[in-house]
């Protein structure tokens, strides 16, 4: 059962701040912004039960001092929380270009004095392409969203449906909806864009797609699952098990910049972490790692890029 999302869980939240340090360390420090799901509360979808479920140990590896801040330890960690319930009494009328917006404003707030510190990206599934979108948005608006897409450095892309949900078919999960709920507190628009074939969804990918045609380009990593997922179990009480992201529909684009590895997990739990040891948690790891390293390297190459043009 998903915890219900409070207005105290909605918009930006700072998980980590990097230590303090001397002038010269602040200006390597770095943004990193993780973005949920539909269906998913803000906090909960980065945290794993280590313990039992009579005594649960939740561990959220985004915060977790022998983790993520481990990995990057100049840099901000941040997570950006929305309304995503499409069924139940608490249901929102959400789609990707209502959220798109809404992260970018926040960013602009929480950034306003720090336009071009390097950014990266962690984003699962629906999260995914709220990204896109928002990115897409700054590229073609540099004046409403300045240095916004040219500080992004790296994207990490956890069972993002850039073709499409295979295994999970909307008519399916609005059928399991409905046999559970009213049909006012059930909403179709959020799922129509992980519908393969769906024309929005093509759109932003391949405009994206273009903005990949520059010159230090982004790093992007994509995971996709090992695992089926028992996805008639998010709404109702029958046993749909299925694949939802496929590896061709869970890997962006074929460019030398944009990786891809294999998670041995389902696709609800290939964003949930509880140790450093866990052989996922280590490929994840050296993805992170390497896009720290290199994002400031990025940053300024972009700048000097864009100095010699002018």
């Given at each position: ?114 336009l071009f510190r390097p ?40 069972g993002t449906p850039f ?72 709404v109702g009480k029958e ?72």
């Amino acid at each position: 059962m998903v915890r219900a999302v409070t207005d105290d869980d909605i918009g930006l939240k700072v998980l980590c701040e990097p230590a303090k340090a001397t002038a010269e360390e602040a200006a390597q420090i770095i943004d990193i912004v993780a973005i949920h799901g539909i269906g998913a509360h803000p906090d909960d979808t980065w945290c794993k039960n280590v313990g039992t479920t009579e005594n649960a140990q939740w561990v959220n590896w985004l915060a977790k001092e022998d983790m993520l801040p481990a990995l990057a330890p100049n840099a901000r960690i941040m997570r950006y929380g929305y309304q995503s319930q499409w069924f139940g009494k608490d249901t929102m009328r959400q789609k990707v270009s209502t959220v798109a917006p809404r992260l970018l404003l926040a960013l602009k707030r929480k950034r306003e004095d720090l336009l071009f510190r390097p950014l990266i990206f962690i984003a699962h599934c629906f999260g995914g392409l709220v990204v896109l979108k928002a990115l897409l948005d700054a590229w073609n608006n540099e004046k409403e969203w300045p240095g916004m897409f040219i500080s992004t450095t790296g994207l990490i892309f956890f069972g993002t449906p850039f073709r499409g949900a295979e295994g999970m078919s909307q008519a399916e999960m609005l059928e399991a909806a409905w046999r559970e709920y009213q049909e006012d507190e059930v909403q179709t628009e959020v799922l129509k864009i992980l519908e393969p074939g769906n024309e929005f969804l093509q759109e932003i990918v391949d405009k994206f797609g273009k903005t990949r045609m520059q010159a230090n380009k982004a790093e992007v990593a994509c995971f996709f699952e090992l695992k089926s997922s028992n996805v008639g179990r998010i709404v109702g009480k029958e046993d749909r098990i299925r694949f939802v992201v496929s590896e061709s529909s869970g890997c962006l684009d074929l460019s030398d910049s944009t990786s891809k590895f294999s998670l041995s997990r389902t696709h609800f739990d290939m964003n949930k972490f509880g140790k450093p040891t866990e052989e996922d948690f280590e490929i994840v790891g050296d993805v992170i790692k390497k896009m720290v390293e290199a994002a400031h390297r990025l940053v300024l190459a972009r700048s000097e890029c864009n100095y010699a043009s002018s």
